[in-house]
């Protein structure tokens, strides 16, 4: 639900996707697309407050390379440590603030974004960086794919939250392909679909998606967008 690519939306549109050239007016200054470092590794769980579980599914990150290498069996694992986050009470009430941050891509079983992510390294040996970029003040999501020649790719949404029940329900509004060389293509996004937040701290978030995906995602500070050249 991170990555959606605007030309598969339709099959039952997933989560968030990725890529920009440069940041909106107020943004943190973060580097480029270009000046990507790859899959970053997340640092030890254990350091945090975080349950149980999420620290099992950080461990199954950080061994598929977020996703990538994952077996039938390995999906298996995760759909049972979700269950029993969800026997705690899911989806949980959110508000605005928790979600609104950017966030960086720790695991994802989401088909489309891995394919991205594995085939770019695979065959142009490029590291990407996956962020979801969420402002409910402002009703928008991004989700960005950047690699490390400066390529991105960007799907923005429209995103409504239900604070009751943790819902939120976004609607693709357009999607871009910007290349190293600052040309940037137009993809026409449709469809649209939700996702159930089933928990969230002060430094990670769950989530499962319309599609029956899971995203596990660590926050990276304020909303940060990517505007395309």
Known sequence: MLVLSAATAGRGASGPSLVGINRSAGGSGRRRPGEGRGARAVAPAAASTSSAPIKELVAIAEATNRGETLT???RAKIDDICSRISAEGSPRPVTKGELSKTWKLVLTTEK???FITS???KWKNLDTDVLQIIDLDAGKLQN???FDNGAAFVVNSTLDLSEESGRSSFTFTDAQLCLPSKKTFGLPPFGQGWFDTVYVDDRFRL?????GDVLLVENGGEPDFFNAP
Do not use: C, V, W, Y
């Not at 989530?207 to 599609?211: E, I, L, N």
């Open 119 to 121: 085939n770019a390294k």
């Open 112 to 114: 489309e974004t891995l």
């Open 144 to 146: 960005l794919i950047s």
């Open 207 to 211: 989530a499962m998606d319309s599609r």
């Open 72 to 74: 039938k069996e390995g």
